[in-house]
């Protein structure tokens, strides 16, 4: 992910800002009875790098989606925002992976970058009806708006959550500056996605520190995090990642996905392999991530 991204990183102040006031209606102080659920996934399947790694050295190319699925639970599914899928391409997937393997799908870039979120047409029922396939696997889609969509343009961001279906989990990441300009601005977008009970996408990336808003508006959160290929700050800073979702996972929230993005893919299971760790540590919700081949060698 090119989005915020710094050659230089020196001087970034990586610490986890403040809880926003407004998450309180989401972190209660008892947990739920069912354990909450925690997946972790890339942005893809097709690395080739990843096989004597993460996927066994003799994995062919067709079966990668079925050595993924062993190893994560969830994926980023970034090939919904240029085409939409056939459906028995979406079939094949179901089929490829384990029951507990979630979708996250990213709304088709002719929905989100057309002026009017494709209200006037039938774009956004195309899009859903054929990621409703998904079933029981689909996990949270979301919508990536553009740059150019400002806080002068809520009331058609509104429109659109109207029109999109309530039952899709659906997040949305505000990349335009004027959304983080106040905290005026920041409350009016939140109280707007909690009046839809959608969830606001967190980014954790050096170069824009303002949309980590660390903000929940429901009992999901979806989590981008963007490492600088494997630098030590990159384990510090989950560390800190692992402390805040156990203290949310603890409280009150369902659901977490976070998705860990290193350069060209290439490093992005051995950082999630790392938050995996983490996590596992304080033994209060259901996850399942990545080890290494050797790592499950050892195993046996």
Known sequence: MKFGKLENIENV??????????NSLFTSSTQSISLPQFFIGCTSWTTKEWKGRTYPQNTKAANFLIAY???FNSIELNTTHYRI???????????QTPDDFRFCPKVLKFISH?????LGNSRIKEFCDAISLFGDKLGMCFIQLPPYFGIDRLAILEQFLKAFPKEIPLAIELRNESFYASGENLNKTIDLLIKYHRTFLI????????????ALTSDTTMIRFV???LHPTDFSRLDEWASKLNSWLSCGLKNVYFF???PDNINAPEISEYLNHR???????????????????SLF
């Open 279 to 297: 996590i596992k540590k304080f033994d209060n919700f259901n996850i399942r991530g990545p080890k290494t081949i050797e790592q499950q060698q």
């Open 85 to 95: 899928p056939k459906p028995e391409y979406i079939l094949k997937w179901v089929d």
């Open 260 to 262: 860990p993005h290193e």
């Open 203 to 214: 980014t954790d990336v050096a170069g824009r520190r303002d949309i980590l808003h660390m």
């Open 13 to 22: 102040n990586f610490k986890l800002p403040e809880d926003h006031a407004r």
């Open 114 to 118: 057309a002026k009017d979120l494709s």
């Open 69 to 71: 699925g062993k190893q």
């Open 227 to 229: 490492g600088n290929d």
